[in-house]
């Protein structure tokens, strides 16, 4: 056994000269869909890039590390890996999920369910009594989003795992909005983390793609034998730059969340501001357990304003250096408007039940020069009239 190192220099080095023929510093791409047999009956490590590709395991095995975890599955998307771990659950199983999940991971668990390939339920997490009424059910598996989106809503992922423990459903973390730089589930007792590396550990926003990631190497059979069955695993080209990204997953995390805390600070100040969602300030309510679970409070906010739909308008066509885009976890800060934007198809009555507003923008702070950003919010905000 290697002696354990330091996440960062896992980060930034994991298989780092470890080609032998000539000597590579950065691990080389293998685009090659096939490999050669040594000879009749004698196949080498590597077959068919489906089943496994050389980058691609480094990927996984750089992932496993940082995550905690036995070994992982890197996949097409995070939606497929999402996917992947609900391949556990079969027609007479139950999944539980967060009423306030990814909208992607709504609109699966939806679909499969009405495919007859589960059953599921949607409970919010904090409300311990839900939980425990839902867990009664003898649920397979049970899903967990911390912090949650569009509004950063901080769960327990021990005390769940606990509950969980208890009735023997496996647990899920979704992980993409802190990356394992801010959180490692497996440690609090989750059995799954589920990514997509499209987010932060990419960062660049030039890959889509995913990861499951297990705790116990007893997982791995089943869930890599699916995932080559079902043909989600990701390319080499997407693994290559998705390990190139995640180089400088730290540096880029620990910047990223010191604007986010700025920039929480400047709107929280602000009197067209009536809300910040951002669990680093000492008013949101799940401030208390993410000091506790996590490593840093991120670089993902939103925030109301309080003269709506118009206010939002003028703030979003006002913005230069923030753009008006979907996604997250990159470089450059981006602002989207969840009503007409992420959360668009999960109707008014729903949106209204998970206290998604008019005026609410989400933000994902990047790595720009902090007086940029907040210059930025300041003439946008100054857009809105009276
Ligand atoms: C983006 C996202 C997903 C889906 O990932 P894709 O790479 O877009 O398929 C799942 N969960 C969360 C929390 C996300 O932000």
């Known amino acids: 056994m290697a002696e354990e190192r330091d996440p960062r220099t896992i980060a930034a080095a994991n298989g780092v000269a470890s080609e032998e023929v000539f000597g590579a510093v950065a691990p080389p791409l293998y685009l090659s869909s096939t490999f050669a047999f040594a000879g009749f009956e004698r196949n080498r490590s590597y077959e068919y890039s489906r089943t496994a590709n050389p980058g691609r395991d480094l990927l996984a095995d750089t992932l496993a590390k940082l995550e905690g975890g036995a070994g992982a599955v890197v996949t097409s998307s995070g939606m497929a890996a999402v996917d992947l771990v609900l391949s556990l659950a079969g027609s007479a199983d139950l999944v539980i999920a967060p009423h306030d999940c990814y909208g992607g991971t709504y609109r699966l668990l939806s679909a499969r369910r009405d495919k007859g390939q589960f059953d599921v339920i949607f409970v919010d997490q904090s409300d311990r009594a839900a939980l425990a009424a839902a867990l009664a059910r003898k649920p397979k598996l049970v899903l967990i989003e911390t912090p949650s989106n569009p509004l950063l809503r901080v769960v327990d992922i021990h005390q769940i795992a606990v509950c969980c423990k208890e009735v023997g459903a496996r647990v899920a973390v979704d992980n993409t909005f802190l990356s394992p730089a801010l959180q490692r589930p497996i440690g609090l007792g989750a059995d799954f983390v589920v990514h997509s590396t499209?987010?932060?550990?990419?960062?660049?926003?030039?890959?889509?793609?995913?990861?499951?990631?297990?705790?116990?190497?007893?997982?791995?059979?089943?869930?890599?034998?699916?995932?080559?069955?079902?043909?989600?695993?990701?390319?080499?080209?997407?693994?290559?730059?998705?390990?190139?990204?995640?180089?400088?997953?730290?540096?880029?995390?620990?910047?990223?969340?010191?604007?986010?805390?700025?920039?929480?600070?400047?709107?929280?100040?602000?009197?067209?501001?009536?809300?910040?969602?951002?669990?680093?300030?000492?008013t949101h309510p799940g401030h208390a357990i993410a000091c506790a679970q996590q490593m840093g409070f991120g670089a993902m906010l939103s925030f109301e304003l309080a003269g709506g739909l118009e206010a939002v308008r003028r703030f979003v066509e006002a913005v230069r250096v923030f753009t008006l885009a979907e996604s997250l976890g990159g470089v450059e800060s981006l602002v989207a408007h969840p009503v007409t934007m992420t959360h668009a198809g999960m109707g008014e009555e729903a949106r209204r039940e998970a206290g998604i507003g008019d005026g609410l923008l989400r933000l994902s702070v990047g790595l720009e020069a902090e007086a940029d950003l907040i210059s930025d919010l300041k003439q946008a905000l100054s857009a809105i009239p009276d």
Request: cysteine-free; charged content about 15%; overall charge negative.
């Open 198 to 282: 499209t987010k932060y550990l990419n960062g660049h926003s030039d890959v889509v793609g995913g990861a499951l990631i297990y705790g116990d190497a007893a997982d791995a059979e089943p869930l890599h034998s699916w995932a080559n069955i079902t043909g989600v695993t990701g390319s080499p080209f997407d693994a290559y730059l998705t390990l190139r990204g995640l180089r400088t997953l730290y540096p880029r995390i620990e910047r990223q969340q010191a604007n986010a805390a700025a920039v929480a600070s400047y709107l929280a100040a602000h009197p067209a501001v009536s809300a910040v969602y951002y669990p680093g300030l000492a």
